[in-house]
């Protein structure tokens, strides 16, 4: 379908043109991974295309591919484009539509993701990160759900997607709108916001979430899940682990039942020398048992990746060098 192709370009007269032929403003690109003129003009941010299109007679709402669509809104949305969000909103998109099945996000998680801004260059930064605020805010005046999740088992909502990528203002919006700070990881591999937030070392919103009221010991999930003390020590993110500490994090909360690890036990995996000694500190125990499956002790993960320091430290502090695995 030539009507998808020119649209993504934003080439505003040949649309028209295609339209007047009798082009069809629904019909996607292919039935895989195949897009409408309006859901590839919406990424764009082409507004006049847009508008083009939704006057003749495009379905703002039009379901998704099956593998890896989005919606025209959860595609302007995920781009940063206000107006175009604004213009959607108003022809009556649906704020709280799922993604395709492969990712079933919502236009707001989409948009709380999408300041993931690794490479964007320094002086548009800011500017990005603007625009992406503004459409979140804008969603939650149309009713946006802040406690969505997605996918059963590993989703995420918006304020879990937020904090893991470090946006303070979006979290800052969220919570505003009353998001749940203590949503529950999805049961299999999901994380709540303030675990979140922990695994990337992002203090600032490990702070907001905790001053909110975000349970410091809300345990992990149930596969390789993690506390957030063992998340930032996992991450080796010493300020995050004294911030956590100092908030009464459990130095000893147990692993996961599969493929978990203590606090201690993920920073000596990970050869975070520093952050072993603080939680050594704070009382770490050096011979917890193990995560029940695939798990291994702290002295065990920290001679497997050769941390002498670490097992140094270990031992000292009198981990028990014949414990094995269960």
């Known amino acids: 379908m030539l009507l998808p192709k020119v649209s993504e370009g934003g080439h505003a007269k040949v649309v028209d043109q295609l339209l007047g032929v009798g082009a069809d403003a629904n019909a ?27 006057g003749a007679g495009a379905d703002v709402n039009t ?16 781009a940063g ?25 919502t236009a707001l998680q989409e948009v709380s993701s999408s300041g993931h801004l690794e490479g964007v260059v320094d002086d548009h930064l800011d500017r990005v990160l603007s625009g992406h605020l503004k459409v979140v805010e804008r969603l939650l005046i149309a009713r946006a759900d802040a406690d969505a999740s997605g996918l059963e088992n590993e989703g995420l909502t918006a304020l879990q997607v937020a904090s893991k990528h470090g946006h303070l203002q979006v979290v800052d919006s969220l919570l505003g709108a009353g998001a749940d700070v203590n949503a529950d990881a999805a049961p299999l591999e999901g994380l709540t916001a303030l675990q979140a937030a922990s695994s990337g ?4 919103v490990v702070e907001r979430l905790l001053y909110a009221g975000a349970d410091v010991n809300a345990p992990g999930a149930v596969v390789e899940g993690l506390t957030a003390l063992q998340a930032a020590s996992s991450g080796g993110y010493l300020q995050v682990v004294d911030c956590l500490l100092g908030t009464g994090a459990w130095v000893n909360a147990a692993p996961a039942f599969l493929r978990g690890v203590t606090a201690l036990q993920a920073a000596s995996d990970s050869g975070h020398t520093e952050v072993v000694k603080r939680l050594l500190r704070a009382g770490a125990d050096v011979n917890t048992a ?37």
């Open 28 to 54: 996607a690109a292919d039935e895989y991974r195949g897009q409408t003129a309006l859901q590839a003009a919406c990424g764009g941010g082409h507004l006049e295309v847009v508008e083009s299109l939704l």
């Open 63 to 78: 379901a998704v591919t099956k593998h890896s669509g989005q919606t025209a809104l959860q595609a302007a949305c995920g």
């Open 81 to 105: 484009h206000l107006e175009v969000v604004e213009r959607l909103i108003d022809a009556g998109a649906d704020v709280n539509a799922a993604t395709a099945e492969v990712k079933q996000l």
């Open 201 to 204: 070392g992002h203090v600032t």
């Open 290 to 326: 193990a995560s029940r499956i695939g798990g291994r002790t702290a002295l065990q993960v920290a001679s497997d990746r050769g941390h002498l320091k670490i097992v140094e430290l270990l031992l000292a502090a009198g981990a028990d060098d014949d414990d094995a695995a269960t």
